[in-house]
């Protein structure tokens, strides 16, 4: 397995506390990485170490296969990134900043630029200054930035924050053709768990400093098979009658009004009929799925760690 980032107890500590601690991660070449956590989580602080911004308390950090030092000026090279908010010289253009910024890492393609900010449908700005531009603007403006070299390796932290939902649908397109046509592995970092569901391949779930799972998105599908919701007054007699009346087993009541029928060997319309004949009120009922957002809080809250 070829793998462009592995970091091995990656630990940070700021005042005495951990707010990184003995993180494990491996990142495939070629795949895009959901990185999900709540605010405060660390997944910023881990994304500023793989960059060198951050230096480790202790733990390596390996990338493209090497040990990542605070000499490792060609590795970056290979490497884009927006951390936190995107900066800009206000006063400045769009096409402006991503010229400067071509010239300050010694990357001459002037094509490029033109390149990039079609890639981010970045349109009408022309005489524009960046003073002038909406957070989505600077968003995109800050992913041109990124991707104009064309990297080996893109880390984005929370890249589609001030989009609407349009251009949230450009960019998920844009980060699959970024993966799929050009190679380019990205570690991406989200609070929008839907968002990360539908381009990620592998997902990271990090809860106060600690990595609580890397898992494969088809994993987690595989695992979380569809189930049936029914929602009653009267749980005491619905559990009775599912169990002696419909004989299943694989059920569980998840709240004092709710249960979940995980036996898929009936349909709806048989539990619906058997719990009406025998007296009990069935207000809703649905055939469901289990998403990410099930399994992520379940890891953050049901795992024994508070978010």
Do not use: W
Not at 82 to 105: G, Q, T, W
Not at 117 to 131: A, F, H, R, T, Y
Not at 223 to 228: A, D, G, L
């Amino acid at each position: 397995m070829s793998y462009i980032i592995q970091t091995n107890q990656l630990t940070k500590t700021y005042k005495g506390k951990d707010v990184v601690k003995n993180v494990n991660m491996k990142v495939k070449k070629g795949e895009i990485y959901g990185f999900l956590g709540p605010n405060g989580a660390g997944k910023t602080t881990v994304m500023k170490m793989l960059m060198n911004l951050v230096k480790p308390t202790s733990g390596e950090i390996e990338l493209f296969g090497k040990r990542l030092t605070s000499t490792s000026y060609e590795m970056l090279k290979r490497m884009g990134s927006i951390i936190e908010y995107p900066v800009f010289y206000d006063k400045m253009s769009a096409r402006e900043n991503l010229d400067l910024h071509c010239e300050y890492i010694g990357y001459y393609n002037k094509k490029a630029i033109d390149s990039a900010l079609d890639l981010v449908q970045l349109k009408n700005i022309e005489g524009k200054s960046v003073k002038d531009f909406s957070l989505g603007m600077k968003q995109r403006l800050g992913l041109a930035r990124a991707i104009i070299t064309k990297p080996e390796l893109l880390i984005l932290d929370e890249p589609i924050n001030g989009l609407d939902p349009v251009g949230i649908k450009e960019l998920r397109k844009l980060f699959k053709m970024l993966c799929e046509d050009y190679g380019i592995t990205l570690l991406i970092s989200s609070h929008i768990l839907g968002e990360i569901e539908q381009i990620a391949h592998t997902v990271g779930v990090i809860s106060d400093g600690n990595l609580v799972e890397e898992v494969s998105i088809d994993n987690i599908r595989e695992e979380n098979t569809e189930y049936i919701e029914l929602k009653t007054n009267n749980i005491k007699k619905a559990v009775y009658v599912i169990r002696e009346h419909l004989r299943l087993t694989n059920f569980k009541v998840i709240e004092e009004s709710r249960i979940r029928i995980y036996e898929l060997t009936v349909s709806q319309g048989e539990i619906s009929q058997a719990l009406i004949l025998n007296g009990v009120m069935v207000e809703e009922m649905n055939k469901k799925s289990h998403s990410l957002e099930d399994y992520f809080m379940t890891l953050i809250n049901g795992g024994g760690i508070s978010a």
